[in-house]
């Protein structure tokens, strides 16, 4: 049964009669199937997501063949996409719930960076969250090694045909640009996520894609108002410098940007708590 579809596919859930249980397998579309530098792209999915064994990102049993079709097997998540959760919530999530998804997000994409992998288009609807609550980064569709797109100068959200690689709402200044990225675009995309989920909206968004772009890279990030003002305190630093334009003014891993939500969490957690405490305000622990 269909699952859903992307740029490269079609999605679908099935029973693996050989393994004897439940996987999501994704088909390259047909007017791709001959088309070469598509199917390497597709390849190339596999060799780097089978990389990474992490409890945040979903795992990848095989690339196969039949007919002329070309399809991923991989793990089956049973749970909701974040951009769903968030609707489902009426449109955002709540503090605490926010920065659980933002934090395991952040552990998920640290593994990929760590055996030099490049997400791209990490956005609210590639995060899942089964039911037990744990986060898994999904679809590597136009993953990139970081190793290679330094030895080849390449562009980071177009292709040769002038193509945009990515989702306009969550793509880095350099990606906007088509130049060479690095892991600090996932940075920049999680960024966006994370304010997506506390808001309800992007912080960039404009009538045409390509107006969404320029928003990335001349406007400020909205950080007033009351859209805004539903981001905690605390976190406000971590998202502007997440959102920096330049790579070179955000967090440098995702380590750190990890931490810095962390430390966040626990103040708006103490915070809750505290408001339990009589006479809180007036001793001036709130």
Request: hydrophobic share 35%; net charge neutral.
């Amino acid at each position: 049964s269909p699952l859903g579809k992307g740029g490269m596919g079609m999605v679908y859930k099935a029973h693996d009669r050989m393994l004897d249980e439940t996987v999501a397998i994704k088909v390259l579309r047909s007017e791709f199937a001959n088309t070469v530098d598509m199917l390497k792209r597709f390849k190339h999915e596999i060799k780097l997501a089978r990389k990474v064994s992490h409890r945040n990102v979903c795992r990848i049993h095989e690339f196969g063949e039949d007919g002329g079709v070309r399809y991923i097997s991989m793990e089956y998540v049973e749970g909701t996409d974040i951009k769903q959760l968030a609707r489902d919530k009426g449109g955002f999530l709540d503090p605490e719930e926010a920065f659980d998804v933002a934090i395991q997000t952040a552990d998920g994409l640290q593994a990929i960076h760590d055996v030099g992998i490049i997400h791209r288009d990490l956005k609210t609807s590639n995060i899942m969250r089964d039911p037990g609550g744990r986060v898994r980064l999904m679809d590597f569709g136009i993953a990139k090694s970081e190793a290679t797109d330094r030895s080849t100068g390449g562009g980071g959200g177009l292709t040769s045909a002038g193509q945009i690689m990515g989702t306009p709402e969550y793509m880095s200044p350099e990606q906007c640009l088509g130049d060479k990225i690095d892991h600090r675009s996932d940075i920049y995309a999680l960024g966006i996520a994370v304010y997506e989920i506390f808001t309800g909206t992007f912080p960039f968004r404009g009538d045409t894609p390509v107006a969404t772009l320029f928003k990335h890279i001349q406007d400020p990030v909205p950080f007033e108002g009351p859209v805004a003002a539903r981001i905690p305190l605390a976190a406000v630093p971590v998202l502007r410098k997440a959102l920096a334009k330049d790579p070179a003014e955000r967090q440098q891993s995702m380590d750190e940007l990890r931490e810095e939500l962390k430390r966040c969490y626990g103040r708006v957690a103490y915070r809750r708590d505290a408001h339990m405490i009589p006479g809180a305000r007036e001793s001036g622990i709130l």
